[in-house]
C-alpha cells in the first residue's frame, strides 16, 4: 500500500493528499462536517489544522485521524481487491 507523504486542508472540506506512488488528488469530507467526532470541523479553522501524524495518518490533534489507506482507495476509486487480491473472495467448501 502507498504512504500518505502530505496532506493539507483545502476549503469545502477537502483534503489534498500525495502519496508514496504519485497518486495526488484531493477527497470530499464535507458530508462529515457536524456528524459525531466531525463536530469539530463545523469551526473551518479547526478543519484546517490538520497534520501528517508520525503513522503517515491525517490528524487533527488528539481528537480525529482518519485511514490514509481508506482515503486512497476513495481517491482512487480502487477497491481493496485491486490492491490485493489475494483478498477476492473464491469459491471454498467449509
Same mark, same amino acid.
Given at each position: 500500500?502507498?504512504?500518505? /507523504?502530505?496532506?493539507? #486542508? +483545502? @476549503?469545502?472540506?477537502?483534503?489534498? *493528499?500525495?502519496?508514496?506512488?504519485?497518486? &495526488?488528488?484531493?477527497?470530499?469530507?464535507?458530508?462529515?462536517?457536524?456528524?459525531?467526532?466531525?463536530? /469539530?470541523?463545523?469551526? #473551518? +479553522? @479547526?478543519?484546517?489544522?490538520?497534520? *501528517?501524524?508520525?503513522?503517515?495518518?491525517? &490528524?487533527?490533534?488528539?481528537?480525529?485521524?482518519?485511514?490514509?489507506?481508506?482515503?486512497?482507495?476513495? /481517491?482512487?476509486?480502487?477497491?481493496?481487491?485491486?490492491?490485493?487480491?489475494? *483478498?477476492?473472495?473464491?469459491?471454498?467448501?467449509?
Amino acid at each position: 500500500m502507498p504512504r500518505l /507523504l502530505s496532506v493539507r #486542508a +483545502e @476549503s469545502g472540506y477537502r483534503l489534498w *493528499l500525495e502519496y508514496s506512488d504519485g497518486t &495526488t488528488g484531493a477527497v470530499d469530507l464535507s458530508h462529515l462536517v457536524g456528524r459525531g467526532v466531525f463536530e /469539530l470541523w463545523k469551526d #473551518a +479553522e @479547526s478543519f484546517a489544522d490538520v497534520r *501528517l501524524s508520525d503513522q503517515g495518518a491525517p &490528524t487533527w490533534g488528539d481528537k480525529i485521524d482518519l485511514c490514509p489507506d481508506a482515503l486512497y482507495l476513495q /481517491l482512487t476509486g480502487k477497491k481493496p481487491e485491486d490492491l490485493f487480491p489475494n *483478498l477476492s473472495s473464491s469459491d471454498t467448501d467449509a
